[in-house]
């Protein structure tokens, strides 16, 4: 799991950022934003993927980064994740940042069963990569790219 964010060509197709609190309405603004937007890109035949990779992240910061973040806080004091598209001709970039320090914890050994621990595997195995960089001063940014190329 790489711990830098991949470089982007200059010239990026399109892009698109949202910053949501950490509650049940701001999961709902995930997946609507993330359906609205591949779907102006034309990208709707990666959706599906996409939103569920977008999803976990953001469950996973939600779940254990914002209780212990001290700062980053919305209008209504829960903590906020910001979330960004970034659009290459081959490829899609989901990139969800958090208030806190501590990296994700990537765990495949747990059963298929358990409720709690698997989303990480789930952006494991719908995207071609992901990883982690630090977001200095304070936080992180836990990324996945997914290929833009139609099923085969």
Same mark, same amino acid.
């Given at each position: 799991?790489?711990?830098?964010?991949?470089?982007?060509?200059?010239?990026?197709?399109?892009? #698109?950022v949202l910053s949501v609190e950490c509650s049940r309405e701001?999961?709902?603004r995930v997946r609507s934003f993330t359906r609205d937007t591949? &779907?102006?890109?034309?990208l709707d035949h990666r959706c599906d993927d996409a939103t569920?990779? *977008?999803?976990?992240?953001?469950?996973? #910061?939600?779940?254990?980064?914002?209780? $212990?973040? +001290? =700062?980053?806080?919305?209008?209504?004091?829960?903590?906020? *994740? $910001?979330? =960004?598209?970034?659009?290459?001709?081959?490829?899609?970039?989901?990139?969800?940042?958090?208030?806190?320090? &501590?990296?994700?914890?990537?765990?495949?050994?747990?059963?298929?069963?358990?409720? &709690?621990?698997? =989303?990480?595997? *789930?952006?494991?195995?719908?995207?071609?990569?992901?990883?982690?960089?630090? +977001?200095?001063?304070?936080?992180?940014?836990?990324?996945?790219?997914?290929?833009?190329?139609?099923? *085969?």
């Open positions: 799991m790489p711990e830098t964010v991949p470089r982007l060509p200059a010239a990026l197709s399109a892009s #698109a701001g999961f709902a591949l &779907h102006v890109w034309s569920l990779v *977008i999803t976990e992240l953001t469950a996973n #910061a939600a779940t254990h980064a914002a209780p $212990r973040a +001290s =700062g980053a806080v919305g209008v209504a004091g829960a903590p906020e *994740i $910001r979330l =960004g598209f970034l659009l290459d001709p081959t490829y899609l970039l989901v990139t969800v940042s958090d208030p806190d320090d &501590h990296p994700p914890v990537y765990a495949p050994a747990g059963s298929s069963l358990e409720e &709690h621990g698997r =989303g990480l595997c *789930i952006v494991d195995a719908l995207s071609e990569e992901w990883g982690w960089a630090p +977001s200095p001063p304070a936080g992180k940014t836990v990324w996945a790219r997914l290929s833009t190329c139609p099923p *085969i």
